[in-house]
Each structure stands twice: as structure tokens, then as C-alpha cells.
């Protein structure tokens, strides 16, 4: 075989090769099957998680930091917050890892860091519907609160 017909044939070889990959890697790289998350539920109050159809890990508010608990008292009675300019402002969910809503629905509210000098990655973000969500990377990634356990 001659030197031009072998690089010939190593060419449609290579171009070949690179086609099959192509259509391989379209045949499987599609979005993985749906699977629809379980609407957790309390047991205490036979009630639905507000916001557990978002979508999100539901977490009880027992397994999140301590300082978390604190904060949500401090929601629930209305303060005095340790941060006042920030604490119960509205969280405008610039990241959309929230369920979109309106302006003005969510607000946050610090949770603080022992050791750190300043507020901190963490927070709890509330919505007008009584959902909670924490965050413990600065809106990174959050979890739905289960605020009864």
C-alpha cells in the first residue's frame, strides 16, 4: 500500500471514528429519566412542607446548625435580629435557585458563624407562603426547613 492511500485510509478512519462518537454521545448524554421527589409530609401536623414541591432536599431544622434554630425563634417572635439592615430584607433570589416568584416575596435572615468576622455564608430565606429555606454556602445551594422537627 502506498504512502497516500494509507494516510487516506487513517484519515476516513479518524473522520469515522469521530462521526460514531458524535452520534454516541448525542444517543447518550440526554437529560436523565425525571424522577419526581416524594412531597414530604409532617407527621405532627399531618401537613404538607410548605415548599417541599420545589424540588428541594426537605430538611429538618433539628439536623441544621444550631444558630439556625436560633434564627428561626428570632423570625418567628420578630426579632431583635443581629443584623438589622440585613436581617428580614428581601431576597431577590438572583441565583433562581429558589422557585421563581415576584419581587418581594422572600426575604433573609443571617444565621450567624462562630469565629467568623462578618455575617457569614449562612442563611435562612423565608417565603409569603410559610415555606423556609436554609442556605449554608450563600445561596449556593438550600434545602426546604421542616421548621416542626
Same mark, same amino acid.
Given at each position: 500500500m502506498s504512502p497516500g492511500?494509507? @494516510?487516506?485510509?487513517? @484519515?476516513?478512519? @479518524?473522520?469515522?471514528?469521530?462521526?460514531?462518537?458524535?452520534?454516541?454521545?448525542?444517543?447518550?448524554?440526554?437529560?436523565?429519566?425525571?424522577?419526581?421527589?416524594?412531597?414530604?409530609?409532617?407527621?405532627?401536623?399531618?401537613?404538607?412542607?410548605?415548599?417541599a414541591n420545589s424540588g428541594l432536599d426537605v430538611e429538618a431544622l433539628s439536623k441544621l446548625p444550631a444558630e439556625a434554630?436560633?434564627?428561626?425563634?428570632?423570625?418567628?417572635?420578630?426579632?431583635?435580629?443581629?443584623?438589622?439592615?440585613?436581617?428580614?430584607?428581601?431576597?431577590?433570589?438572583?441565583?433562581?435557585?429558589?422557585?421563581?416568584?415576584k419581587s418581594g416575596y422572600y426575604k433573609e435572615y443571617t444565621v450567624p458563624t462562630p469565629g467568623s468576622p462578618d455575617r457569614g455564608a449562612r442563611r435562612i430565606v423565608t417565603g409569603s407562603e410559610k415555606e423556609v429555606f436554609y442556605t449554608g454556602d450563600h445561596y449556593s445551594t438550600f434545602v426546604v426547613v421542616d421548621v416542626t422537627k
Open positions: 492511500r494509507r @494516510l487516506t485510509v487513517a @484519515l476516513v478512519g @479518524l473522520v469515522a471514528l469521530v462521526v460514531i462518537g458524535w452520534f454516541v454521545k448525542d444517543n447518550t448524554s440526554g437529560a436523565p429519566p425525571e424522577v419526581t421527589k416524594p412531597v414530604v409530609t409532617s407527621s405532627a401536623q399531618g401537613a404538607t412542607v410548605p415548599g434554630a436560633k434564627t428561626w425563634k428570632l423570625i418567628e417572635s420578630n426579632g431583635p435580629f443581629p443584623y438589622p439592615r440585613n436581617d428580614g430584607v428581601t431576597f431577590e433570589n438572583r441565583e433562581k435557585r429558589l422557585p421563581q416568584q
